[in-house]
C-alpha cells in the first residue's frame, strides 16, 4: 500500500493541505483528515465505468472517437466560431488555465470562469473600492472575531471553522475556541449558525440595508428601530463586538454576493471593513467555493489584465462583466460556440442560457459525465487535476499550492493541459492554411 | 449641417461593434467610403456596407455631420463613441455603449437603449425617446469618476445603477427607475419623474437627486426639513419636497435627496 501525506484536497476553496490518501492496487483505499465533501472526492476515484474516450453526437446518439479526431472537432468548430465561448476553469489546475487563455486569444473568443455566478460580484466591488485582506494562516493566529455573511462553510466548506476560525489554537489564540468569538448574519438559521455566539437573521434580499445601517452606526449617525428585520439593538451590539476586537474577519458567501445588489452589497461590505479599521484591524475573504476558481481570476490577470469575463473578439482584452460574461452573453445568443472545460453550466446556468447553449455548436473536456456532457455536442473525459495530474491551485486566500499527483490516470486518458495544447496547435495550423 | 443616412439592411446575432459610426470619422468622406469603413461582426473585420445601406452626404467636418440610423440597432454597440460635435439621429432601439465618453453633439433616439450607453460623458445633449438599459451614464468598471457633463433626458423608465460615480451634469428620467440610482455619486444632479426603487443615493457623498416617490430610504439617510416648492440647482418644483442629507454611511456624505410629499 502507498500512503501519500500532506496531499491537497482538489474540491472546495479551502484547499486542505493535510490529507493523508492510502492508494492500493490503483483503488484510494481511505483519505484520512479530509472532511466527506472531499473525502468523497477522493473516493469517487474508485468509481467504475469511466470514460476514456471522447463521444461525439452523431445522427443516432454517441458514437466514440479518438482525441485526434476530437482535438480537430474542437478547433475547427473554434475557429469557424465569430465569437465562441470558452467558459469552466474553475476544476482545473493554473497551468491547464494558462493555456486555455492562450487559446481564447489565438481564437479570439471570450473566456469566463464560473465567478461571474459565484463571487465576480466580489471581484467588480474590489475594483471599485480595494480589498483588506490578509491570509487563512493570519486568521488561525490572530483573528478573535469571524463573521460569516451568507456563507455555510459546515456544508460548503466543511473544515474551514476547524482550521481557521471557530477551533484551532493561534499563536495569539492560545485557548481556541475559548479566544474567539463568531457571528453569522444569514437569511435562515443555517448550521453555522448553530454553533455561533451570535446569529443575525437579515430578511432575504435586504443585506445591503444592513451594511447601510452597520455602517451608518459606525459614523456615528443614528438608524431606525428595525432595518432588514433586525432590530437596532442587535445590529449595535454586533457592531460593538466588531468595533471592540483585536482582529476582525468578514467571511462572505455567494448569500451576499448573488442577493439583490450583488457587487454593491459587496462594495458597501468592504468600506465597511475599511470603515472598521479606524477602530481596530479588520479583513475580510471571499468564500470561494470551487478548489481553483481564485486561481483562474490570477492567471487571467497576469495574461490579459483582468479577472474574468474577458473578450478578445477585437484581439485585445475588453472586460464588461453584464456584457462580457457568459449568463449574458448566452442569453442574449451573442455567442455561437460554447467551449466548457471543467464545469457543468448546463446544471447551474438560467433556462435562457442553457436554451441557447443547447442550439449552438459545442464541446466539453471533463472528466465526469455531467448535464452539461450530455448536453454538448461533443466531450473529451480527462485526468482528474490534482490526483491524477499535479498543478498550482490558489487558495480562497490567494495562496497558491502545488497540488499533488498520487495516482496514475487510465491508460489513454491525458489531462486538461495536454488537450488544450493539442487544440491551440491544431488551431494554429488551421489558421495558417493546413 | 449635411445628412448621412444608414439604412439597416441585417443586424447579426453576435452582434457588431460599430465605433466608426461616429460623425468624425464619417467628415469630409463620400458615401462610398462610408460603406468601406470597417465594422466588427464578432472576430470578422466586416465592411459597414456589408449591414447597413449608405446614402446623403458627410459634412467638412464633425460638428456639420448628421448621422441618421433607419432601422434597429440594438445590436450594434459603440455608436459614437468618443463624439464631439455633430449629431447622431437613430430611429429606432440603439446598442450598448452608445456614445461612451462623449464629450459634445446631439444624439437623438426614438426607441430604447441598452445597457451601458454614455459612460462617462464630459458633455452634449442626449433624448432617449422610449426606456434606457442599467448603468446610463455611469463609469465603467472599475472607474471612481464617471459621467461630468452634458445632458441625458429619458422619456420612458431607466435601469438599475444609472449615474455611477457620477461627477457632473445632468440625468432626467421621465418616467421611473430601478434600483441605485446615483450610487457612489459625488456631484451633478439626477431627476426623476415617476417612481425610483430603493436603494436611491447609496453610498453617494455628494450631488443632488430628486424623486417624486421613492420605494425606501437607506438607514444612511437623515431627514433634513420640508420645504415647499423648492429651487434646486435653479430649477423650479412644485409642491411640497423632503429634503435628505446623506449617504451617511460614509463619513464623507454631503449629498441632498429630494423626495415629494405626496
Ligand atoms: S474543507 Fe474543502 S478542501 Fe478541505 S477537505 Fe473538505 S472539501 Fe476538501
Redo the contacts with the bound molecule.
Keep these: 500500500m502507498e500512503i501519500h501525506t500532506d496531499v491537497i484536497?482538489p474540491?472546495?476553496?479551502?484547499?486542505?493541505d493535510d490529507?493523508e490518501v492510502h492508494v492500493e492496487n490503483g483503488r484510494v483505499m481511505e483519505a484520512l483528515?479530509?472532511?466527506?465533501?472531499?473525502?468523497a472526492?477522493f473516493m469517487s476515484m474508485n468509481k467504475k465505468n469511466r470514460h476514456i474516450v471522447p463521444m461525439v453526437r452523431g445522427e443516432d446518439g454517441f458514437t466514440e472517437t479518438t482525441i485526434e479526431d476530437a482535438v480537430e472537432r474542437v478547433a475547427r468548430m473554434l475557429v469557424d466560431a465569430k465569437k465562441p465561448l470558452l467558459y469552466g476553469w474553475a476544476t482545473t489546475e493554473c497551468e491547464a488555465q494558462s493555456v486555455g487563455i492562450e487559446l481564447a486569444e489565438e481564437v479570439g473568443g471570450v473566456i469566463d470562469s464560473c465567478a461571474s455566478v459565484c463571487h465576480g460580484p466580489s471581484v467588480l466591488a474590489i475594483q471599485d473600492v480595494g480589498f483588506p485582506s490578509v491570509t487563512l494562516g493570519e486568521v488561525k493566529n490572530r483573528a478573535d472575531l469571524d463573521i460569516y455573511w451568507g456563507s455555510n462553510p459546515m456544508h460548503a466548506?466543511?473544515?474551514?471553522m476547524s482550521r481557521y476560525s471557530r477551533y484551532p489554537r493561534g499563536y495569539f489564540r492560545e485557548r481556541g475556541q475559548q479566544d474567539r468569538t463568531v457571528i453569522v448574519i444569514d437569511v435562515r438559521r443555517t448550521d453555522t449558525a448553530g454553533i455561533a455566539d451570535k446569529f443575525l437573521q437579515v430578511s432575504p434580499g435586504d443585506d445591503y440595508e444592513l451594511v447601510n445601517a452597520f455602517r451608518t452606526l459606525l459614523n456615528g449617525g443614528d438608524i431606525p428601530d428595525e432595518v432588514a428585520g433586525i432590530a437596532k439593538k442587535d445590529i449595535a451590539s454586533a457592531l460593538e463586538l466588531m468595533k471592540t476586537c483585536q482582529f476582525g474577519m468578514l467571511f462572505f458567501g455567494v448569500g451576499l454576493t448573488m442577493s439583490p445588489g450583488k457587487h454593491r452589497n459587496i462594495d458597501n461590505a468592504i468600506s465597511l471593513v475599511v470603515d472598521l479599521n479606524k477602530y481596530t484591524k479588520f479583513n475580510l475573504i471571499p468564500m470561494r467555493g470551487h478548489?481553483n476558481v481564485t486561481g483562474f481570476s490570477e492567471v487571467l490577470t497576469w495574461q490579459s489584465g483582468f479577472p474574468f469575463g474577458v473578450d478578445y473578439t477585437r484581439g485585445y482584452p475588453q472586460y464588461n462583466p453584464g456584457e462580457t460574461t457568459s449568463v449574458e452573453l448566452l442569453s442574449r445568443g451573442e455567442v455561437d460556440a460554447v467551449f466548457v472545460v471543467g464545469s457543468d453550466p448546463a446544471a447551474n446556468f438560467p433556462k435562457k442560457a442553457v436554451e441557447h447553449l443547447a442550439k449552438i455548436p459545442s464541446a466539453v473536456i471533463e472528466p465526469h459525465e455531467t448535464p452539461t456532457t450530455y448536453l454538448c455536442d461533443l466531450n473529451i473525459p480527462s485526468a482528474i487535476a490534482g490526483i491524477e495530474v499535479e498543478g498550482t491551485a490558489y487558495r480562497m486566500d490567494n495562496v497558491p499550492i502545488r497540488m499533488r499527483k498520487i495516482m496514475d490516470a487510465p491508460a489513454g486518458l491525458y489531462s486538461d493541459r495536454e488537450i488544450l495544447e493539442m487544440i491551440l496547435l491544431k488551431v494554429r495550423e488551421i489558421k495558417n492554411g493546413a | 449641417m449635411k445628412e448621412i443616412i444608414l439604412k439597416v439592411i441585417s443586424q447579426p446575432t453576435v452582434g457588431l461593434e460599430a465605433e466608426n459610426i461616429a460623425p468624425k470619422v464619417f467628415a469630409c468622406k463620400s458615401s462610398m467610403e462610408i460603406a468601406g469603413l470597417p465594422i466588427y461582426e464578432g472576430n470578422r473585420e466586416r465592411r459597414l456596407g456589408d449591414f447597413f445601406d449608405v446614402s446623403g452626404e458627410a459634412g467638412e467636418a464633425e460638428a456639420e455631420t448628421r448621422i441618421v440610423i433607419e432601422g434597429d440597432v440594438r445590436l450594434t454597440k459603440r455608436i459614437g463613441q468618443g463624439m464631439r460635435a455633430g449629431e447622431i439621429h437613430i430611429k429606432g432601439s440603439a446598442g450598448m455603449h452608445l456614445g461612451s465618453k462623449m464629450r459634445g453633439g446631439k444624439v437623438t433616439v426614438e426607441g430604447d437603449c441598452e445597457a451601458f450607453c454614455f459612460q462617462e460623458m464630459r458633455g452634449g445633449v442626449v433624448h432617449i425617446k422610449g426606456n434606457a438599459g442599467n448603468y446610463l451614464g455611469s463609469a465603467t468598471r472599475g472607474n471612481w469618476r464617471g459621467m461630468r457633463g452634458g445632458t441625458i433626458t429619458v422619456d420612458g423608465n431607466a435601469g438599475s445603477e444609472i449615474a455611477t460615480f457620477m461627477k457632473g451634469g445632468k440625468i432626467h428620467v421621465k418616467g421611473d427607475c430601478a434600483s441605485f440610482a446615483g450610487v457612489h455619486m459625488n456631484k451633478g444632479f439626477i431627476v426623476i419623474d415617476g417612481r425610483a426603487e430603493r436603494r436611491i443615493g447609496a453610498e453617494m457623498i455628494g450631488g443632488t437627486i430628486v424623486a417624486n416617490e421613492v420605494e425606501a430610504m437607506l438607514a444612511g439617510f437623515k431627514p433634513v426639513e420640508t420645504v415647499k416648492a423648492p429651487e434646486i440647482e435653479s430649477e423650479k418644483f412644485t409642491g411640497n419636497y423632503k429634503k435628505y442629507s446623506g449617504d451617511h454611511a460614509d463619513s464623507r456624505a454631503k449629498g441632498t435627496v429630494w423626495v415629494k410629499i405626496q
Excluded at chain 1, 474540491?11 to 486542505?16: I, S
Design positions: 484536497c474540491f472546495c476553496g479551502t484547499l486542505c490529507i483528515n479530509a472532511c466527506k465533501l472531499g473525502n472526492k466548506h466543511p473544515r474551514h478548489y
